[in-house]
């Protein structure tokens, strides 16, 4: 697993520690995700800040968030076979958690910072950027890729309305498995939405969606 992460572990119970769920107990990796997820935003950001010196920082925002999103990380974990070596408590393997984006992406971020303690910033820059070496390449394609509540947003301040509300409505499902419900709606417009997915930012990018197809037909697709 050293060879496809391209990084050998002085201390190999941080790569342990990163790859166990929090469905194993408290000695999880929760607080390496943490520091890796403001790692990986750093590492990102420095590359797209000097790659395109054009940018605005709206499309250098857009641009970092495509790349560093759920299912970017977990495409990435399924290249590295994470999946093969995540330690999950008994319901999570039953119920497939190895599977789960929400779980591969977690545990490329920890393996970022476990990286990062073993040795340094440099080290973890480096071998993050080898993961990331096919995205960073076809950046361009996706500068103006605007996710449906940037869309929403820049709609609305283009018109000088009110920003939409997102609210959540409902979870359902066991913990390590839930579904949210969230609705949108515009205080200067008519119209609600409601969307669901496996996270509060899925949920809110699905209501945003609905609103524009709904409500605001002219805006650029």
């Not at 010196?53 to 560093?68: C, D, F, H, I, K």
Request: charged share 25%; aromatic share 8%; net charge negative.
């Amino acid at each position: 697993m050293q060879k496809k992460l391209h990084y050998t572990f002085k201390n190999e119970s941080l790569l342990t520690n990163a790859l166990t769920h929090r469905s194993i107990g408290n000695n999880n990796n929760e607080r390496l995700e943490f520091l890796g997820d403001s790692l990986l935003n750093c590492i990102i950001a420095e590359v797209l800040f000097h790659k395109f010196p054009q940018a605005t920082e709206g499309e250098l925002s857009r641009m970092r968030a495509n790349l560093v999103k759920q299912e970017s990380l977990a495409m990435i974990a399924r290249d590295l076979e994470l999946g093969n070596h995540i330690r999950l408590g008994t319901g999570e393997l039953k119920s497939g958690g190895w599977r789960r984006d929400s779980i591969l992406a977690d545990a490329v971020e920890a393996i970022i910072a476990a990286i990062y303690l073993d040795t340094d910033f440099l080290a973890c820059q480096t071998t993050v950027l080898i993961w990331f070496e096919n995205k960073l390449a076809n950046i361009t394609e996706i500068i103006d890729d605007k996710d449906a509540k940037t869309k929403l947003q820049e709609y609305l301040q283009a018109r000088k309305l009110a920003l939409p509300i997102y609210e959540l409505l409902k979870t359902e499902g066991l913990e390590h498995n839930q579904i949210f419900y969230v609705w949108c709606r515009v205080p200067d417009l008519n119209g609600e939405t409601e969307g669901h997915g496996q996270s509060r930012r899925h949920a809110e990018q699905m209501a945003a969606e609905k609103y524009l197809q709904e409500n605001a037909h002219d805006i650029k697709k």
